[in-house]
């Protein structure tokens, strides 16, 4: 007789199958890394074509809120 696993047992059979997790160290060390990569990219500014687009954005669902009877 088979047996069917709910969405609990699949999880806990998948966790018991799982290799263990990085170590602390290297997880902290993949950390730093990643984020000296991508500290400069957040420090950029937003480029005045991506501002122009989510301007654009605003004013068509506020236009769409607008027609639906919605506060804008």
């Known amino acids: ?3 069917k696993l709910t969405g609990a047992t699949q999880g806990e059979a ?3 199958h799982r290799s263990p997790a990085l170590d602390e160290r290297l997880q ?3 950390g730093r890394q990643l984020k000296s990569m991508y500290d400069a990219y957040l420090n ?3 480029p005045d ?3 122009e687009l989510l301007d654009k954005l605003d ?8 027609a639906d009877g919605e506060p804008a």
Do not use: N, S, Y
């Open 1 to 3: 007789m088979t047996r």
């Open 14 to 16: 998948l966790a018991r």
């Open 28 to 30: 902290a060390h993949i």
């Open 44 to 46: 950029e500014p937003v």
């Open 49 to 51: 074509h991506l501002i």
């Open 59 to 66: 004013r068509i669902e506020a236009g769409a809120k607008k």
